[in-house]
Structure formats: structure tokens, C-alpha cells
């Protein structure tokens, strides 16, 4: 007897995961192990006999063959059928899990044979994946206990647990027949009269208090009998409450055994003890029967985790969400004890110092309205703050203030009549429910923060919701996340980490800045490798990125350049390169040099901020500050600083969070507009997250596709010839994804996000052209082809030869693709067709000779790669046999036979390996007789 456990107190995810799992393996039964929730008592008595259920006392023990345990994974949980899990370790019974929820303690978890565990919102989602992947069609009453399944337990998609798994789940059972108006009767049950009257008077009794700016709420109610439903009754609470977190217990005497059919919410081996008959009720306090609930709102969940929580009184479930059933003398000690275990937990508030966005563009009461609302414009900013001589802030103005005035004609107006002056402020150490309570009270969306007076920030909107909706951090994660790095600790990895020659170097450039009144700084990757893992940084570090900042001292233009000059004194080796536009000079060595440095080269630029004219132009650069410098950067993790000057040599500079999106693994964008501005940055992101193992930040990724959505990569296309440098980055960014050993992974999140659509407006990854480029892939890494061209370049060749033929020669001649590029791409179909014509006439060996013979390995190899099934095994008979195969006679032969050197000889010798490619000679001995027979010596 095979068998599928739900566990006690039945709700519709293991009753539908079950379901789903007879299907999977047929021939199982069902049991409910210990009653069901009243709504699935409710289903069962209409659609019982649809579903092979079968009742616990029917089953015998030492017949089972197989037990699958669903929805749970602790014996407990499966009331009175513990024992057979118990028996089955004993009798060597294989057990199988499927479960969704967290183990709070693995030694309390069933010892299983196979474990199918994913954090997703509901285990019968697990079952469904299997489904789909062993292509079972479930029959509509199958698939409407399987969606009700996924529906209740993630509230219809809409709890925190719920993901995408769950949602395709759902859609694909919808498309074989869930019954849209079964399950609307069984969703979103109504409270029965009794749980009305509960719910009553849990809001009169409930108690709130705020913790670290959390509002958390409990309440404790004594009933006189075991009541199913109270899962629903807190869902209700919760909301009415408005509360952060709740814990919920309702008890009743253990002497009641109303409940012994029902189950309760969550079963523990406690439910099971019976008082001694011999103890009197006036010896000990009567036993309690207690039920407990835990909720917790969003991210709260991931430092109040009440599945952990409970589970230390024999419950559990998910972070903000969760059960628990005991037995105790005490109730009200056991909530309490639960509740400063809570109070422990709760995080403290972020405050206006981890939310601000710094430094904050100002501008001067004077400052006309046009002149405001450029750089708006300029800076995709939607207000300014307004401060004075002194840099005292006097007023903000807002993109709405701004473009009132305009329609009133007033553009040449000073700002300080439209700015407001009103203002409400905040201070570094104002905590986020503060931040929300204005923003909400005054209908502010920006709060500019001020510290002794002085703007050293501000809050936005924007920065609101980042801290709302971003992916927060695990708490394994926030408790070894490491303290700030030192100035000290920094200036030691980088001395450690770089060598002798280059640290000489770079000390000569500080010391001349230094000279100079200037601060130069290490920014970019760089910083940012040596903050990952100080250990590999001398390894990633071939190019260096610095920025001088004159500081209290005006700086010139060309500061880089001079510094270069500088260097250039000492290092006669060194070959100086100057960006006038840019502002920057490079130090190169060239790789043939017989120097450590060999192949290194460090830019020096001039601190300066851009600004983007229009989508995918070049930017126009001016002068500016390191603050500024870092600002129009594109991610937070290469928005940072070291400085390499002193005061303050090895202070590392962070303005946007860049030090805690390394420790989260996150890629964020500094700006909203910045993928339409340069869409060649959606591909180093994609990049950046590939290589270093990050994730995108929701934000981040939305704003990718927001570009894409917007039609910046079509006016990319349409730009690129006019912007040679952008041709460069695009080329520069596909090479630099192409040639890594992460490659597959780049392009398939790439064609995730459609980016691929920046390239061509059909290219899209589907499965052959996958096949295509990994065949490619194999080929080159397995064979030495000289001539061959460089992987990254074959498969960037693979990738253009999937969009129409038309279009692939303009692409690769717009990405500055080698000239051999172009010609192949523009040929390839029409060799193609040549080809597989030649094919359908049964030709000899010598004629496919004669063909591909005429075209390069890198031509082969992609056609071969495109037709797999046609040419390709023609062409990799002629690349690893034809190709290669000795001619067994040659023209010194000929001569010694006594034929007579001229121009015939080349026909001779064709004519003489075509036959011997189709089979009519295999020795010199056959090749001699086959020339006389053919070309007898006169």
C-alpha cells in the first residue's frame, strides 16, 4: 500500500498537492491524517469521491509500502499517523517530502529518502512543476483542488511568500480547466456567526505597542471549545489592526475533547499526552489547550520570523506566517514568553542617514526659472533645493512650481518668487516612520536634511520607496555583514595587493598632485575588487581609473594631462595618451616591453559630471567635483572612492550606498534615466551581475526594461553611426561578455530583459540559436585552428547571423566588426543554399571538396553549426578528414614517374585527389596505376 499523507487540520495545499501526487504516481491513496480545515470539509462533502481518498483506520499499518508526506515535514504534524512514519525508519519504508516550508530544526524533520523543499508559496506548485515537466493532464477536478491549493495558501498571489513559480502554476492549471466558480465558492469563505463573535471580542481585548517604531499586537482569548476557521479570524484581525505584527492564542481546557476528530492548526505531539488517571485536577493546574498564530507584514518577516518562533512550542510555517498547538498549564506565560522573544527581534528603523540621497544639487535664489528648469533637465532631478550665499538652505522649487511658471511666461523670473520657503526638514538621525508622517501629512515629496544647519542630504520619494521594495538582507546576511573598512585597513590592502612597481607609480602621481594642492583618488572597479576580496585584486587590476579633485583649490581643466606630464618624467617608459574632450590622459606600457608594468595602463581624469543631450549620445563632460565625479557614474558598487592623498589617504568615499550593495550582491543603477541615456549599460549590467555573482535590484532592472519599453535601443540604432564612441562600447561590452567563461549566463539574462533587442529588433535567444552558438563553442575550444576566428568573435558572428540577412552586414559594419565579419555574414545564406543544392545531387567527395575548399573554417564552422542535421556532417567529414587527408602522390613523384613539369601537373594532381577522396585508389601502388590508365606518359 502506497500512501500520501496530509497533515492534520487538512487546508487545500496538501489536500491539492496530494491530489496532484496520485497523478505523479498512480495507484496511491490519500489520507487525511487528523480532520480538516471547514472549508475543506465543506469541498470534500461535495467532491469526495473524485479523489482517491481513503479513511486512516482502513489503512493496515504493515502493509505500507510508501509514504509520502506533503505540506510538512515533521512526524508531529501528521497526528495519529507519527506512528507510521516512526514504524517505516524501522521496516527500512521508503518516505518521500514535499514541503515548502522552512525547517526550523532539522533533527526534528522526518527522516526521508527523497526531499523536494523550495521556498515557494505553496507545495502544490512543487507538484504541478512535476507535472508539467512529465506532461500529465490533470482532469478539472484535479486541477480546480490543485489551484485552490495554490490560491489559499498564497492569498491569491498577493501574500509575501507567493512567487513567480506559484503564478505559472496557477495559469497553467487555469488553461486545463479550474473551475473559476468552484473555487470562488471556497477562497474567500465568510466567518461563521461563532468566529464573528470572536473576532468581537478580539479587537476589544487586543493590546498594541510600538517597538523600535514597529506597532505589535497580541491577544489572548479563552473559548469554551476547539473552533476550525481561526486562521481566517486572524487574517481579519490583522487588517482591522493595522498592525506590524501579531501573535494571536485562544485556549480552552484540555478536558474538552470536542476537538479529537477535528484536528487543530496546527498538531503537535503534545495534543497526543493525557493527563495520569491517578493525578486530581486539584494537584496540578488544568491543562490548556493552546492554539497559537503568528503574522508579520513584508520584510518585517526577515528579522521577526514567527516559523522559527513557534516552532520552539512544537509549531512552525513561514517567517510571517505561522501555527503553533500546545498543551500547557500556563497560556498567558507561554504568549508572553513569545512576545519578548518578538519584542527581540524587531529591527530598528532606518533612519534619514541611510535613506538620504548625497550631495544635493543646489542652486542660488537669483537662478532664473529657464536656467532651473535645464538643469532639471540636465540632471533628471525633480525639484532643487534653493540656498544662499552661505549655502544655507532658503527654498525648494519643484518640477511643478517650475513648469507653472513657465506656462505663465514668467521664465525669466528669479526662482526665489515660486520657491516654497515653508519647509519641513529632517535630521540624519530622523527615523523612517517620521519620514513617511510627513511625507503623508504635508504631501512632500522631498525632505531636505540638515545637520547643524548645514544640507547635507535629502530624502525623496524615490529613496522611500528603494528602502520599501528593495531586496532586503537575509539576517545570516546582516549579522556577518563586516564593519565599515578603515582608512587604515584600506591603505594596507591596497599595499599588500598591488605590486612594488605599481604601488611606486602610484605614489609618484599622489606626491605630484599632492604638490599641487589637488586629491587624487583610485575609483571604479578597482576599489571595488579590492573591497570584494582583497586577495584576487592583484589579479583584476591590469587598468587603474584615477580622478583628481582640486579640492578647497580650483583645479584646471587639464589636471589629468598634467599629472601625466609629471609622470611621464620619471617613467621614460611610459607612453602618454591625451582625451582632450574627456579631459583624461592615459599611461600606457605596452605590452612588448621588457617591464614589470608590461601591458598596464592608468587613466587620469579631471573630476567632472556629464550630461546626455539626447538617448545613446555622446556625453558633454565639464569640470566638476569628486562628489560629482561619482554621481554620474553608472552603479553603486563603481560609485566609489579611495583616496590616495593626504589628509585622509585611504578614506574610502561611498555616497550611494555602494559598500552595502557589495556585501547584498546587489546591482544598482545611480540613476533612473541612465539606460536611456547610454542603453550599452544594460549590458554591463548584465555583465557586472554575471561576472561578480550579483543580483539586479528590482528597481534596477525595472528601469531596464522601462528603456527598452521606451525605444532606446531602436534610437541607439539610429544614433550609432553618429556616435562612433557609442559603436565602441557596444562592441567593447559584447566582447567583453563573449570571451568570458560566463557567456551563457550573460546572454540568457540578456534575453531575459529582451536587451538583446539593442542589437537587432528580432534577435531573441531561442533554443537552436542556444544550440547553435554552444556547437560553435565545442569546435573551437576542441580544435587548434589557427586561422579560426577568436570565440568571443564566432559567437558574437552566430548571434548577428539570426537576424534577417539584410540586416547583418549594416550591424556588424556599425559595431566596427572586421571586414572577413562582414563579407561572411553577407555570403552566408547564399553559400548555404549553394551548398545544400550541391547536396540534393548525391555529389562525390571531390565535389564537396571543391566547394567548401573555396570559403575559411569560421565559415564552415557556422553553417555546419546552423545545419546540423544537413551540411553539418558533410562539412566535419571535410574539416577532420578531407581537409587533412595526404595526397599519395605528389609533384616530386610525378617527376621521379618521369612526367614532365608544366601546368598540366596541377591538373594531374587534382584530378589524381578527387579520385582518391571518392575511393578509387587507396595506396601509391593504385595512384601510379590509376595515372597511367588516366595520363600515360607519352
Same mark, same amino acid.
Given at each position: 500500500?502506497?500512501?500520501?499523507?496530509?497533515? &492534520?487540520?487538512?487546508?487545500?495545499?496538501?489536500?491539492?498537492?496530494?491530489?496532484?501526487?496520485?497523478?505523479?504516481?498512480?495507484?496511491?491513496?490519500?489520507?487525511?491524517?487528523?480532520?480538516? /480545515?471547514?472549508?475543506?470539509?465543506?469541498?470534500?462533502?461535495?467532491?469526495?469521491?473524485?479523489?482517491?481518498?481513503?479513511?486512516?483506520?482502513?489503512?493496515?499499518?504493515?502493509?505500507?509500502?510508501?509514504?509520502?508526506?506533503?505540506?510538512?515535514?515533521?512526524?508531529?504534524?501528521?497526528?495519529?499517523?507519527?506512528?507510521?512514519?516512526?514504524?517505516a525508519a524501522k521496516n527500512q519504508v521508503p518516505v518521500t517530502v514535499y514541503d515548502h516550508h522552512p525547517a526550523a530544526d532539522e533533527k526534528e524533520t522526518v527522516a526521508a529518502q527523497e526531499r523536494t523543499i523550495e521556498a515557494?508559496?505553496?507545495?502544490? &506548485?512543487?507538484?504541478?512543476?512535476?507535472?508539467?515537466?512529465?506532461?500529465?493532464?490533470?482532469?478539472?477536478? +484535479?486541477?480546480?483542488?490543485?489551484?485552490?491549493?495554490?490560491?489559499?495558501?498564497?492569498?491569491?498571489?498577493?501574500?509575501?511568500?507567493?512567487?513567480?513559480?506559484?503564478?505559472?502554476?496557477?495559469?497553467?492549471?487555469?488553461?486545463?480547466? #479550474?473551475?473559476?466558480?468552484?473555487?470562488?465558492?471556497?477562497?474567500?469563505?465568510?466567518?461563521?456567526? &461563532?468566529?464573528?463573535?470572536?473576532?468581537?471580542?478580539?479587537?476589544? #481585548?487586543?493590546?498594541?505597542?510600538?517597538?523600535?517604531?514597529?506597532?505589535?499586537?497580541?491577544?489572548?482569548?479563552?473559548?469554551?471549545?476547539?473552533?476550525?476557521?481561526?486562521?481566517?479570524?486572524?487574517?481579519?484581525?490583522?487588517?482591522?489592526?493595522?498592525?506590524?505584527?501579531?501573535?494571536?492564542?485562544?485556549?480552552?481546557?484540555?478536558?474538552?475533547?470536542?476537538?479529537?476528530?477535528?484536528?487543530?492548526?496546527?498538531?503537535?505531539?503534545?495534543?497526543?499526552?493525557?493527563?495520569?488517571?491517578?493525578?486530581?485536577?486539584?494537584?496540578?493546574?488544568?491543562?490548556?489547550?493552546?492554539?497559537?498564530?503568528?503574522?508579520?507584514?513584508?520584510?518585517?518577516?526577515?528579522?521577526?520570523?514567527?516559523?522559527?518562533?513557534?516552532?520552539?512550542?512544537?509549531?512552525?510555517?513561514?517567517?510571517?506566517?505561522?501555527?503553533?498547538?500546545? %498543551?500547557?498549564?500556563?497560556?498567558?506565560?507561554?504568549?508572553?514568553?513569545?512576545?519578548?522573544?518578538?519584542?527581540?527581534?524587531?529591527?530598528?528603523?532606518?533612519?534619514?542617514?541611510?535613506?538620504?540621497?548625497?550631495?544635493?544639487?543646489?542652486?542660488?535664489?537669483?537662478?532664473?526659472?529657464?536656467?532651473?528648469?535645464?538643469?532639471?533637465?540636465?540632471?533628471?532631478?525633480?525639484?532643487?533645493?534653493?540656498?544662499?550665499?552661505?549655502?544655507?538652505?532658503?527654498?525648494?522649487?519643484?518640477?511643478?512650481?517650475?513648469?507653472?511658471?513657465? /506656462?505663465?511666461?514668467?521664465?525669466?523670473?528669479?526662482?526665489?518668487?515660486?520657491?516654497?520657503?515653508?519647509?519641513?526638514?529632517?535630521?540624519?538621525?530622523?527615523?523612517?516612520?517620521?519620514?513617511?508622517?510627513?511625507?503623508?501629512?504635508?504631501?512632500?515629496?522631498?525632505?531636505?536634511?540638515?545637520?547643524?544647519?548645514?544640507?547635507?542630504?535629502?530624502?525623496?520619494?524615490?529613496?522611500?520607496?528603494?528602502?520599501? /521594495?528593495?531586496?532586503?538582507?537575509?539576517?545570516? #546576511?546582516?549579522?556577518?555583514?563586516?564593519?565599515?573598512?578603515?582608512?587604515?585597513?584600506?591603505?594596507?590592502?591596497?599595499?599588500?595587493?598591488?605590486?612594488?612597481?605599481?604601488?611606486?607609480?602610484?605614489?609618484?602621481?599622489?606626491?605630484?598632485?599632492?604638490?599641487?594642492?589637488?586629491?587624487?583618488?583610485?575609483?571604479?572597479?578597482?576599489?571595488?575588487?579590492?573591497?570584494?576580496?582583497?586577495?584576487?585584486?592583484?589579479?583584476?587590476?591590469?587598468?587603474?581609473?584615477?580622478?583628481?579633485?582640486?579640492?578647497?583649490?580650483?583645479?584646471?581643466?587639464?589636471?589629468?594631462? +598634467?599629472?601625466?606630464?609629471?609622470?611621464?618624467?620619471?617613467?621614460? $617608459?611610459?607612453?602618454?595618451?591625451?582625451?582632450?574632450?574627456?579631459?583624461?590622459?592615459?599611461?600606457?606600457?605596452?605590452?612588448?616591453?621588457?617591464?614589470?608594468?608590461?601591458?598596464?595602463?592608468?587613466?587620469?581624469?579631471?573630476?567632472?559630471? +556629464?550630461?546626455?543631450?539626447?538617448?545613446?549620445?555622446?556625453?558633454?563632460?565639464?569640470?566638476?567635483?569628486?562628489?560629482?565625479?561619482?554621481?554620474?557614474?553608472?552603479?553603486?558598487?563603481?560609485?566609489?572612492?579611495?583616496?590616495?592623498?593626504?589628509?585622509?589617504?585611504?578614506?574610502?568615499?561611498?555616497?550611494?550606498?555602494?559598500?552595502?550593495?557589495?556585501?547584498?550582491?546587489?546591482?544598482?543603477?545611480?540613476?533612473?534615466?541612465?539606460?536611456?541615456?547610454?542603453?550599452?549599460?544594460?549590458?554591463?549590467?548584465?555583465?557586472?551581475?554575471?561576472?561578480?555573482?550579483?543580483?539586479?535590484?528590482?528597481?534596477?532592472?525595472?528601469?531596464?526594461?522601462?528603456?527598452?519599453?521606451?525605444?532606446?535601443?531602436?534610437?541607439?540604432?539610429?544614433?550609432?553611426?553618429?556616435?562612433?564612441?557609442?559603436?565602441?562600447?557596444?562592441?567593447?561590452?559584447?566582447?567583453?561578455?563573449? $570571451?568570458?567563461?560566463?557567456?551563457?549566463?550573460?546572454?540568457?539574462?540578456?534575453?531575459?530583459?529582451?536587451?538583446?533587442?539593442? @542589437?537587432?529588433?528580432?534577435?531573441?535567444?531561442?533554443?537552436?540559436?542556444?544550440?547553435?552558438?554552444?556547437?560553435?563553442?565545442?569546435?573551437?575550444?576542441?580544435?587548434?585552428?589557427?586561422?579560426?576566428?577568436?570565440?568571443?568573435?564566432?559567437?558574437?558572428?552566430?548571434?548577428?547571423?539570426?537576424?534577417?540577412?539584410?540586416?547583418?552586414?549594416?550591424?556588424?559594419?556599425?559595431?566596427? @566588426?572586421?571586414?572577413?565579419?562582414?563579407?561572411?555574414?553577407? /555570403?552566408?545564406?547564399?553559400?548555404?543554399?549553394?551548398?545544400?543544392?550541391?547536396?540534393?545531387?548525391?555529389?562525390?567527395?571531390?565535389?564537396?571538396?571543391?566547394?567548401?575548399?573555396?570559403?575559411?573554417?569560421?565559415?564552415?564552422?557556422?553553417?555546419?553549426?546552423?545545419?546540423?542535421?544537413?551540411?553539418?556532417? %558533410?562539412?566535419?567529414?571535410?574539416?577532420?578528414?578531407?581537409?587533412?587527408?595526404?595526397?599519395?602522390?605528389?609533384?616530386?613523384?610525378?617527376?621521379?614517374?618521369?612526367?614532365?613539369?608544366?601546368?598540366?601537373?596541377?591538373?594531374?594532381?587534382?584530378?589524381?585527389?578527387?579520385?582518391?577522396?571518392?575511393?578509387?585508389? &587507396?595506396?601509391?601502388?593504385?595512384?601510379?596505376?590509376?595515372?597511367?590508365?588516366?595520363?600515360?606518359?607519352?
Amino acid at each position: 500500500m502506497d500512501l500520501v499523507l496530509c497533515h &492534520t487540520t487538512a487546508d487545500f495545499d496538501t489536500l491539492g498537492a496530494a491530489v496532484g501526487l496520485t497523478r505523479l504516481q498512480p495507484g496511491r491513496r490519500i489520507v487525511l491524517t487528523g480532520g480538516s /480545515h471547514p472549508t475543506v470539509q465543506r469541498f470534500l462533502a461535495f467532491h469526495r469521491d473524485e479523489y482517491p481518498l481513503i479513511e486512516r483506520r482502513a489503512v493496515d499499518p504493515s502493509q505500507i509500502r510508501h509514504l509520502t508526506l506533503v505540506d510538512a515535514q515533521q512526524p508531529e504534524r501528521f497526528g495519529p499517523a507519527a506512528d507510521w512514519i516512526t514504524q517505516a525508519a524501522k521496516n527500512q519504508v521508503p518516505v518521500t517530502v514535499y514541503d515548502h516550508h522552512p525547517a526550523a530544526d532539522e533533527k526534528e524533520t522526518v527522516a526521508a529518502q527523497e526531499r523536494t523543499i523550495e521556498a515557494v508559496g505553496a507545495a502544490t &506548485t512543487l507538484i504541478v512543476e512535476a507535472l508539467q515537466q512529465q506532461q500529465i493532464k490533470p482532469t478539472v477536478a +484535479e486541477a480546480t483542488v490543485m489551484a485552490l491549493g495554490i490560491h489559499v495558501d498564497t492569498g491569491s498571489l498577493l501574500y509575501e511568500t507567493a512567487t513567480a513559480r506559484d503564478a505559472a502554476a496557477l495559469a497553467w492549471l487555469m488553461g486545463h480547466g #479550474a473551475s473559476l466558480s468552484v473555487m470562488a465558492d471556497y477562497v474567500e469563505p465568510g466567518l461563521s456567526p &461563532t468566529l464573528q463573535d470572536l473576532l468581537t471580542e478580539a479587537l476589544a #481585548a487586543l493590546q498594541v505597542e510600538t517597538v523600535e517604531g514597529h506597532s505589535l499586537a497580541w491577544v489572548v482569548l479563552k473559548i469554551d471549545r476547539y473552533l476550525p476557521g481561526l486562521s481566517g479570524l486572524v487574517e481579519q484581525l490583522m487588517s482591522l489592526a493595522e498592525a506590524d505584527a501579531l501573535l494571536f492564542g485562544a485556549y480552552y481546557s484540555g478536558s474538552n475533547q470536542a476537538d479529537s476528530s477535528q484536528g487543530n492548526e496546527s498538531s503537535t505531539s503534545s495534543d497526543q499526552q493525557q493527563e495520569p488517571a491517578s493525578k486530581s485536577a486539584s494537584e496540578d493546574p488544568i491543562p490548556q489547550k493552546l492554539t497559537l498564530i503568528g503574522r508579520a507584514r513584508g520584510r518585517l518577516g526577515d528579522h521577526l520570523n514567527w516559523g522559527a518562533l513557534l516552532a520552539t512550542v512544537g509549531g512552525g510555517g513561514h517567517p510571517t506566517a505561522a501555527s503553533a498547538a500546545t %498543551t500547557t498549564a500556563d497560556p498567558e506565560a507561554v504568549v508572553q514568553r513569545l512576545l519578548e522573544q518578538a519584542r527581540s527581534l524587531l529591527p530598528a528603523q532606518p533612519t534619514a542617514r541611510d535613506l538620504m540621497s548625497s550631495p544635493v544639487r543646489t542652486i542660488r535664489p537669483d537662478t532664473t526659472i529657464r536656467e532651473a528648469q535645464r538643469i532639471l533637465l540636465r540632471y533628471g532631478h525633480s525639484g532643487l533645493s534653493v540656498v544662499d550665499a552661505g549655502d544655507r538652505l532658503v527654498g525648494i522649487i519643484s518640477r511643478r512650481d517650475l513648469d507653472l511658471a513657465l /506656462h505663465h511666461g514668467f521664465s525669466h523670473a528669479p526662482v526665489k518668487g515660486y520657491m516654497a520657503t515653508n519647509l519641513k526638514t529632517v535630521a540624519p538621525d530622523t527615523p523612517l516612520t517620521d519620514i513617511e508622517h510627513l511625507m503623508v501629512a504635508y504631501d512632500i515629496g522631498r525632505l531636505p536634511v540638515l545637520r547643524e544647519g548645514a544640507l547635507v542630504g535629502i530624502v525623496t520619494r524615490t529613496d522611500l520607496l528603494r528602502h520599501l /521594495h528593495q531586496e532586503p538582507l537575509s539576517p545570516v #546576511a546582516e549579522q556577518s555583514l563586516p564593519a565599515r573598512p578603515t582608512a587604515a585597513s584600506l591603505q594596507q590592502t591596497l599595499e599588500t595587493n598591488l605590486s612594488p612597481e605599481l604601488l611606486t607609480i602610484l605614489r609618484q602621481i599622489a606626491a605630484a598632485a599632492q604638490e599641487r594642492g589637488w586629491h587624487l583618488y583610485l575609483v571604479g572597479g578597482a576599489v571595488r575588487d579590492l573591497l570584494i576580496d582583497g586577495d584576487r585584486a592583484s589579479t583584476v587590476l591590469p587598468d587603474l581609473d584615477l580622478v583628481v579633485d582640486g579640492g578647497l583649490n580650483s583645479v584646471q581643466v587639464g589636471a589629468g594631462v +598634467e599629472l601625466a606630464a609629471a609622470v611621464e618624467q620619471h617613467f621614460p $617608459e611610459v607612453d602618454v595618451q591625451v582625451h582632450g574632450r574627456f579631459q583624461t590622459a592615459s599611461l600606457v606600457w605596452r605590452k612588448d616591453l621588457d617591464h614589470a608594468l608590461a601591458g598596464l595602463m592608468i587613466d587620469i581624469a579631471t573630476a567632472r559630471t +556629464e550630461f546626455y543631450p539626447y538617448p545613446a549620445a555622446n556625453p558633454e563632460v565639464e569640470a566638476s567635483s569628486i562628489q560629482q565625479d561619482l554621481y554620474r557614474r553608472d552603479f553603486t558598487i563603481n560609485a566609489l572612492a579611495l583616496r590616495l592623498t593626504s589628509p585622509g589617504a585611504g578614506q574610502l568615499l561611498d555616497y550611494f550606498g555602494g559598500l552595502m550593495d557589495l556585501h547584498q550582491g546587489v546591482i544598482r543603477v545611480l540613476h533612473a534615466n541612465s539606460f536611456i541615456e547610454d542603453p550599452t549599460r544594460i549590458y554591463r549590467a548584465v555583465r557586472f551581475a554575471v561576472r561578480l555573482g550579483f543580483k539586479l535590484d528590482p528597481q534596477t532592472e525595472g528601469y531596464i526594461r522601462h528603456a527598452l519599453a521606451s525605444g532606446a535601443y531602436t534610437q541607439m540604432q539610429r544614433q550609432v553611426r553618429r556616435a562612433p564612441a557609442l559603436q565602441a562600447r557596444l562592441k567593447n561590452e559584447l566582447k567583453y561578455i563573449l $570571451e568570458a567563461p560566463y557567456w551563457q549566463a550573460a546572454l540568457a539574462l540578456l534575453d531575459q530583459l529582451q536587451a538583446l533587442r539593442c @542589437l537587432h529588433d528580432d534577435l531573441a535567444m531561442t533554443p537552436p540559436l542556444w544550440q547553435q552558438l554552444r556547437r560553435l563553442s565545442r569546435w573551437v575550444e576542441r580544435f587548434d585552428w589557427a586561422e579560426v576566428e577568436p570565440p568571443w568573435l564566432l559567437r558574437l558572428e552566430g548571434l548577428l547571423a539570426a537576424v534577417p540577412t539584410e540586416a547583418r552586414s549594416p550591424l556588424a559594419a556599425d559595431l566596427h @566588426l572586421p571586414d572577413r565579419t562582414q563579407e561572411r555574414l553577407t /555570403h552566408l545564406d547564399e553559400r548555404e543554399h549553394r551548398w545544400q543544392a550541391l547536396m540534393a545531387t548525391n555529389p562525390a567527395p571531390s565535389d564537396l571538396y571543391a566547394a567548401f575548399s573555396q570559403v575559411d573554417r569560421a565559415t564552415l564552422l557556422l553553417a555546419s553549426a546552423r545545419h546540423p542535421r544537413h551540411l553539418g556532417p %558533410t562539412i566535419w567529414r571535410y574539416l577532420i578528414q578531407w581537409a587533412v587527408t595526404p595526397a599519395l602522390i605528389d609533384g616530386n613523384r610525378l617527376k621521379a614517374l618521369g612526367y614532365r613539369p608544366g601546368p598540366q601537373f596541377r591538373l594531374m594532381l587534382d584530378a589524381l585527389f578527387a579520385a582518391q577522396l571518392n575511393g578509387e585508389m &587507396t595506396t601509391s601502388a593504385e595512384a601510379e596505376a590509376w595515372l597511367a590508365q588516366h595520363y600515360p606518359r607519352s
